[in-house]
């Protein structure tokens, strides 16, 4: 069973569908800068201002956590809130053909985003507020940068393990790279195409710190 929470912030994609084609509706009915701005402001406002609401009512927690519908879980509702993004995926490509705007979005979020980033258009960052991205970061294309894994129990039920993603200054971050949740790129490093930096690992390291031992079993490889 879901909680009463979980369940209403599951339609929140479709609330926001909604809500964009009435916006859109009413930019082509009366056409003006006011209803323009409606417009931009449902489409990329309105999540991450109900996303940073919804954390201060119940704040994200890190670390491994269950998602089985007895307790709200806060990971789940800023999953459902994002899910309108990864509906349509364009939204964000649209950003980042922009300078600056995109490292501007996902400060709106949440994340820390230094100066000077190079955004490709085509890439995923599925935890939008978890992102700690230092200054003049290059990625190249079709980057994934995730800061979580969900696993399935025995029990049917799942859990979660959700650690922000580390990025230092002046690295450079190859094609189809997938980086994990606690990852950590650091300063200058080049990281080279369809490169895996794992749970929890340093890249160039090969020992990996979980701050919980049982985040050891949401390795990506």
């Known amino acids: 069973m879901m909680t009463a929470a979980d369940r209403l912030f599951s339609y929140f994609p479709l609330m926001m569908t909604v809500a964009a084609f009435t916006a859109l509706g009413v930019f082509a009915q009366w056409p003006s800068v006011f209803s323009g701005l409606l417009v931009f402001f449902i489409i990329y406002l309105l999540p991450p201002m109900v996303q940073r609401i919804m954390f201060r009512w119940a704040p994200l927690q890190l670390g491994v956590s269950q998602i089985d519908g007895r307790k709200f879980n806060a990971w789940l509702a800023a999953h459902h809130i994002q899910a309108f993004y990864d509906a349509l995926p364009y939204l964000e490509s649209l950003l980042r053909v922009i300078p600056g705007f995109y490292s501007m979005w996902l400060r709106i ?112 490889g």
């Open 109 to 220: 979020w949440g994340s820390r985003i230094g100066y000077g980033v190079v955004w490709p258009v085509r890439m995923d960052v599925l935890d939008r507020s978890l992102m700690d991205i230092g200054n003049r970061v290059t990625f190249d294309r079709e980057v994934e940068l995730a800061a979580h894994v969900r696993q399935k129990t025995d029990g049917g039920a799942s859990r979660v393990l959700v650690r922000p993603v580390h990025v230092g200054s002046y690295a450079f971050i190859g094609a189809r790279t997938r980086i994990g949740p606690g990852a950590s790129v650091p300063h200058n490093a080049a990281v080279p195409a369809l490169s895996v930096v794992d749970v929890n690992e340093m890249y160039g390291e090969t020992k990996r710190l979980h701050p919980q031992r049982e985040e050891a079993q949401f390795a990506l």
